[in-house]
């Protein structure tokens, strides 16, 4: 086909950072990755095995575009259990094709053309991106290695126009591990309260912080009109391949996002529906057995760069470190490119994550101790030729 | 700690004091005192090796036996249990609610040997009533661990 055909907003979009690093590693044999951006449990049983009555009962049928009431109920009653955020099931809950479809929605329903959206990096890879094709100027936040990459009231002020619609708060946070403390988000909400400037709230890690609870922006009850929380089944429940998430926020928000969804999805898979109440009403312990085992090997992770001298602050969210690797004087590329080259391991540049993101690189931890422990020594022996 | 260590310890037992200091969050020192007074006080009662047998040449047979006793007075279940945990051929006794008292598993290098450990050895212990002996024909988990081949990391070695 002609090229030419395509829409320009789509042909406009580079393609993700990763995609040329991905390329060389599937070529590679024997390659330790620490580049995976998904749990290594596999779906708790009793959850898979509840996706599967459900399919032996012949509930394979369209459910409503918001998602299975009862679904809905369990998800405003875990918010409710774990953030103390209340909302109505019928009216304030979407159930989505995961967060990812959470996110696009949000940016649709919201975006008129030129309005900006603020997003702080290095961050997941979608949010400019669905920005763009929905039609909004995605405006970059560099947030800072010296501030634990948390953003910050001055920096998001800094940034505020009278374009601005919306900021996309993405904690904790993929590829830093940053959280955003409760003194942190305070003073965000200082700068945002009764401002028509609506929170995105991405919090698909929620349940993977550590050292404390995670707090949501959305428990201010200021914030409350203003914020749409983005959260799901992927990392909390090890249920990546189901498309599991929600969008819990204000009903008109949530009304104009379900319009989307009804047109575009119909609504999510109805396996993976039944799946994901089981998930709420019986997971709570997995998800605790999960988040202790990760907390091992964040530490383990840390410990193993700082041991090799790179700077590394401490994430205390989702299941990454993101060491600084300026004192080897590479690149984020380069230095990606050269481990994987000289001693097959896989780690993701910072720049995939957004400019600022450059001096860094993203290691996930979860992968077994073993494995992480040989990626360390071959990371060191790598590390040693330049500092 | 103490319940944190514990948890690690029980999947790895191979684990490093310095790692699982890293891990936990604590001094080595701390470590390496914690897991001698868990052994000193028996909570840790060993470190073995999750072996499948079956993926060698070893021949070798388990059993599960359904004792049925009467208890004694004053020793209630304990004394007969001490008299069969005993035997070197026996791995696990435990006391069970129910349709018998005991369930004694037993290991063999045959069947023959185990039946013969049963009616020489079990059966004809005083207190013991009744005996029903169940050879185990597969394995497939064992201490929490699946004895299936080919569990390997499926996952895309980058994704965002």
Same mark, same amino acid.
């Given at each position: 086909?002609?090229?030419?055909?395509?829409?320009?907003?789509?042909?406009?979009?580079?393609?993700?950072?990763?995609?040329?690093?991905?390329? &060389?590693?599937?070529?590679? #044999?024997?390659?330790?990755?620490?580049?995976?951006?998904?749990?290594?449990?596999?779906?708790?049983?009793?959850?898979? !095995? !509840?996706?599967?009555?459900?399919?032996?009962?012949? %509930?394979?049928?369209?459910?409503?575009?918001?998602?299975?009431?009862? @679904?809905?109920?369990?998800?405003? @009653?875990?918010?409710?259990?774990?953030?103390?955020?209340?909302?109505?099931? %019928?009216?304030?809950?979407?159930?989505?094709?995961?967060?990812?479809?959470?996110?696009?929605?949000?940016?649709?329903?919201?975006?008129?053309?030129?309005?900006?959206?603020?997003?702080? +990096?290095? $961050?997941?890879?979608?949010?400019?991106?669905?920005?763009?094709?929905?039609?909004?100027?995605?405006?970059?936040?560099?947030? %800072?290695?010296?501030?634990?990459?948390?953003?910050?009231?001055? +920096?998001?002020?800094?940034?505020?126009?009278? #374009?601005? #619609?919306?900021?996309?708060?993405?904690?904790?946070?993929?590829?830093?591990?940053?959280?955003?403390?409760?003194?942190?988000?305070?003073?965000?909400?200082?700068?945002?309260?009764?401002?028509? &400037?609506?929170?995105? $709230?991405? !919090?698909?890690?929620? !349940?993977?912080?550590?050292?404390?609870?995670?707090?949501?922006?959305?428990?201010?009850?200021?914030?409350?009109?203003?914020?749409?929380?983005?959260?799901?089944?992927?990392?909390?429940?090890?249920?990546?391949?189901?498309?599991?998430?929600?969008?819990?926020?204000?009903?008109?928000?949530?009304?104009?996002?379900?319009?989307?969804?009804?047109?575009?999805?119909?609504?999510?898979?109805?396996?993976?529906?039944?799946?994901? &109440?089981?998930?709420?009403?019986?997971?709570?312990?997995?998800?605790?057995?999960?988040? $202790?085992?990760?907390?091992?090997?964040?530490?383990?992770?840390?410990?193993?760069?700082?041991?090799?001298?790179?700077?590394?602050?401490?994430?205390?969210?989702?299941?990454?470190?993101?060491?600084?690797?300026?004192?080897?004087? @590479?690149?984020?590329?380069?230095?990606?490119?050269?481990?994987?080259? +000289?001693?097959?391991?896989?780690?993701?540049?910072?720049?995939?994550?957004?400019?600022?993101?450059?001096?860094? &690189?993203?290691?996930?931890?979860?992968?077994?101790?073993?494995?992480? %422990? +040989?990626?360390?020594?071959?990371?060191?022996?790598?590390?040693?030729?330049?500092? | 700690?103490?319940?944190? /260590?514990?948890?690690?310890?029980?999947?790895?037992?191979? *684990?490093?004091?310095?790692?699982?200091?890293?891990?936990?969050?604590?001094?080595?020192?701390?470590?390496?005192?914690?897991?001698?007074?868990?052994?000193?006080?028996?909570?840790?009662?060993?470190?073995?090796? /999750?072996?499948?047998?079956?993926?060698?040449?070893?021949?070798?047979?388990?059993?599960?036996?359904?004792?049925?006793?009467?208890?004694?007075?004053?020793?209630?279940?304990?004394?007969?249990?001490?008299?069969?945990?005993?035997?070197?051929?026996?791995?696990?006794?435990?006391?069970?609610? =129910? =349709?018998?008292? *005991?369930?004694?598993?037993?290991? =063999?290098?045959?069947?023959?040997?185990?039946? *013969?450990?049963?009616?020489?050895?079990?059966?004809? *212990?005083?207190?013991? /009533?009744?005996?029903?002996?169940?050879?185990?024909?597969?394995?497939?988990?064992?201490?929490?661990?699946?004895?299936?081949?080919?569990?390997?990391?499926?996952?895309?070695?980058?994704?965002?």
């Amino acid at each position: 086909m002609k090229e030419h055909l395509l829409a320009s907003k789509v042909t406009g979009i580079p393609p993700s950072g990763i995609r040329k690093f991905f390329d &060389i590693v599937t070529e590679m #044999k024997d390659v330790i990755s620490l580049g995976v951006g998904e749990p290594d449990f596999d779906t708790p049983w009793h959850i898979r !095995e !509840e996706g599967i009555y459900s399919l032996e009962k012949g %509930k394979t049928i369209y459910t409503s575009n918001s998602g299975l009431m009862e @679904l809905r109920q369990e998800i405003t @009653l875990y918010l409710e259990r774990r953030y103390k955020i209340g909302y109505d099931p %019928k009216t304030q809950v979407l159930v989505t094709v995961g967060a990812s479809e959470g996110i696009d929605l949000a940016l649709r329903a919201l975006i008129n053309p030129g309005d900006e959206i603020l997003i702080p +990096e290095p $961050s997941y890879v979608s949010y400019k991106p669905c920005t763009v094709l929905a039609g909004g100027v995605p405006v970059v936040i560099a947030t %800072k290695a010296e501030n634990e990459f948390r953003l910050t009231a001055e +920096e998001l002020e800094a940034n505020i126009t009278p #374009k601005t #619609k919306a900021l996309i708060l993405p904690y904790p946070n993929n590829p830093t591990g940053a959280i955003m403390r409760k003194e942190d988000l305070e003073k965000i909400v200082e700068v945002l309260k009764n401002k028509d &400037i609506i929170v995105i $709230s991405d !919090e698909i890690y929620a !349940e993977l912080t550590y050292g404390g609870e995670h707090i949501s922006i959305a428990s201010f009850p200021e914030m409350y009109e203003q914020t749409v929380v983005l959260n799901g089944f992927s990392k909390a429940y090890a249920m990546t391949g189901w498309r599991m998430g929600y969008a819990a926020g204000p009903q008109a928000l949530i009304a104009a996002m379900t319009k989307i969804h009804q047109y575009a999805i119909m609504c999510a898979p109805s396996t993976s529906q039944y799946a994901g &109440i089981q998930a709420l009403r019986h997971g709570d312990e997995d998800v605790q057995m999960m988040r $202790s085992s990760y907390d091992g090997r964040r530490r383990l992770l840390v410990q193993g760069f700082r041991d090799m001298g790179l700077d590394c602050f401490e994430p205390l969210g989702a299941f990454y470190v993101f060491p600084c690797i300026q004192k080897t004087g @590479l690149s984020s590329n380069e230095f990606c490119e050269r481990l994987l080259q +000289e001693q097959k391991v896989a780690a993701v540049p910072g720049t995939a994550f957004g400019d600022c993101g450059e001096g860094f &690189i993203r290691c996930s931890y979860a992968y077994s101790v073993e494995n992480l %422990k +040989e990626a360390l020594h071959r990371i060191e022996q790598f590390v040693k030729k330049y500092i | 700690m103490r319940q944190k /260590l514990l948890e690690i310890l029980e999947k790895d037992s191979r *684990l490093s004091v310095e790692d699982l200091a890293t891990m936990l969050g604590v001094q080595k020192e701390d470590v390496q005192r914690e897991i001698e007074t868990l052994e000193a006080e028996q909570i840790i009662c060993g470190y073995h090796t /999750l072996i499948n047998w079956d993926q060698t040449d070893k021949e070798s047979v388990t059993a599960l036996i359904e004792v049925k006793v009467t208890p004694q007075r004053g020793e209630g279940f304990d004394k007969i249990a001490h008299r069969i945990y005993n035997f070197s051929e026996v791995k696990a006794v435990y006391l069970m609610s =129910g =349709g018998f008292d *005991l369930t004694v598993i037993v290991e =063999g290098k045959t069947m023959k040997e185990v039946a *013969l450990f049963v009616a020489h050895k079990l059966a004809p *212990l005083d207190t013991v /009533l009744s005996t029903a002996t169940h050879f185990v024909l597969k394995k497939y988990k064992e201490y929490g661990i699946i004895f299936e081949k080919g569990q390997k990391d499926e996952r895309m070695i980058v994704c965002p």
